[in-house]
């Protein structure tokens, strides 16, 4: 139960309460009966029901049938034709988000209202298909150049973290991680500043060669200035 608000024809708008709704009836329903307790008057003539409230008239419905019908704004309904015309192929394609051709005919069978086309898509070239099955070539890479890992330790890929906007309980706002490139084992150390990166890979080269007897032959980075300042480079050619 609830208030439902009616905009009639003329602009007048009324509003209607302790209206019931049942979904069960497809029409609205309005009780005379209850009007009549709201001190609303209805004057039924052969053709037109007039609604007065003290000396105003609040609305009018005209006799259709055996009924009265109120008609408001809402009842007024765009009338929509279907067309028959058929489209290029092209554009067809482009609005069912680029399906195959193969698919359409599926989709004829499978629902109603799909658009029809007026072209055979036989000669029909789609750029957008093209592109979006398009891909890079591999990159070239020299046999010679190209760096591989038969072992644990062969190779160590690193790469710093941070500065991370919230600190670590000790202070640390970096991280660093060594990677194992054929094991993919990693280690990851907390710093609290670039410059410690060298310290750490002293720690993970010490740790790492004790536990398994191998030495580290290749460090792998993105060439940051942690691991190409001086100091390092000096370390690594020891």
Known sequence: MGTVGLKLMDGTSVTLSDVLYIPEVEGSLISVAKLTEKDVVAQFSKDKCVFRYGDATVME???????????????????????????????????????????????????????????APSDHVCAGCCMGKMREDNFSRSPEKSVKSVGVLDLIHSDVMGLMQTNTPGGCTYAVTFIDDFSRHVTVYLMKKKAEVLEKFKMFKADMENATGRKIKRLRSDHGGEYTDRLFKEYLSK
Not at 74 to 83: M, W
Not at 95 to 117: C, N, S
Request: glycine share 6%; charged share 25%.
């Open 61 to 119: 419905a005209k006799r259709c049938g055996n009924v009265y019908k109120l008609k408001t704004v809402g009842d007024e309904v765009c009338h929509a034709a279907t067309t028959s015309r058929k489209e290029p192929w092209a554009v067809v394609h482009a609005r069912l988000g680029h399906i195959p051709f193969k698919r359409y005919e599926q989709l004829l069978t499978m629902a109603d209202g799909v658009p029809r086309v007026a072209d």
